[in-house]
């Protein structure tokens, strides 16, 4: 079984372009959270998404910023005209549809993004 | 809002050391609480968790308990080894609400051991 998948591992776009972040979550998995660390600090949570739907993106900046879970195929996590201060790792997160496993987060390697 | 409050780091050991984390926690509901581990170049994976007052979460020679009455939830380890350099993340998730399985996280503790 395999986990989280995302890709590319390593992502480096030049001010103003757009980045493109996949997640794959793991099989079974309809929940599924993206997070940001920024260098030294901890995980900020950004969106939570169920397939078609964002439940909560309360931690998503307000422009620039979006995502979205299509019925068929892997989230996506979409920063358009990107600056430096976007350059993080972005970790993507599964977790169960229901009942107390829903709590256990299955987490991916992570997208590091390096903006120029 | 739930926040975490983890111990500065970084902490060096040496190897069979005892170790503790601390981590204090402010939330408004009854939540969970977790450790989590990150090795480089890596995600994150659940160390540990308690989901209620009193319970004792352990796994790998880590525990921690959930302490309601001073609302903490510190890491502790006997013997570290070498293998246990990384970085741990302190927790919480807040069972209530439409957010699911959302967590919030502490700043991160890195953890360095020496032959």
């Known amino acids: 079984n395999a986990g989280v998948m995302q890709n590319p591992r390593h992502l480096v776009r030049r001010r103003g372009q757009e980045a493109r972040l996949r997640c794959s979550p793991m099989?079974?998995?309809?929940?599924v959270y993206w997070y940001r660390q920024l260098p030294e600090e901890g995980l900020k949570f950004m969106v939570y998404l169920q397939k078609e739907n964002i439940i909560d993106e309360s931690g998503m900046p307000k422009e620039r910023f979006s995502a979205e879970f299509p019925k068929e195929g892997p989230s996506i996590l979409r920063i358009q005209q990107v600056v430096r201060g976007d350059s993080a790792a972005y970790f993507c997160a599964s977790s169960p549809p229901s009942g107390t496993t829903r709590e256990k987060l299955f987490f991916g390697s992570g997208t590091q993004l390096s903006v120029l | 809002g739930d926040s975490v409050t983890q111990m500065e780091g970084p902490v060096t050991l040496s190897e069979e050391a005892f170790l503790t984390i601390n981590c204090t926690y402010t939330a408004t509901g009854y939540p969970s609480l977790f450790w989590y581990v990150q090795y480089p170049g890596e995600g994150l994976q659940l160390l540990l968790k308690a989901t209620k007052a009193d319970d004792k979460g352990s796994n790998k020679g880590f525990e921690a308990t959930y302490r309601k009455e001073t609302t903490s939830f510190h890491l502790e380890k006997g013997s570290v080894q070498v293998s246990d350099s990384a970085v741990y993340f302190c927790?919480?998730?807040?069972?209530?609400?439409?957010?699911?399985?959302?967590?919030?996280f502490g700043e991160g503790t890195q953890l360095t051991v020496n032959p």
């Open positions: 927790a919480l998730s807040d069972r209530g609400g439409s957010s699911g399985s959302r967590l919030t």
């Open positions: 099989k079974g998995h309809s929940h």
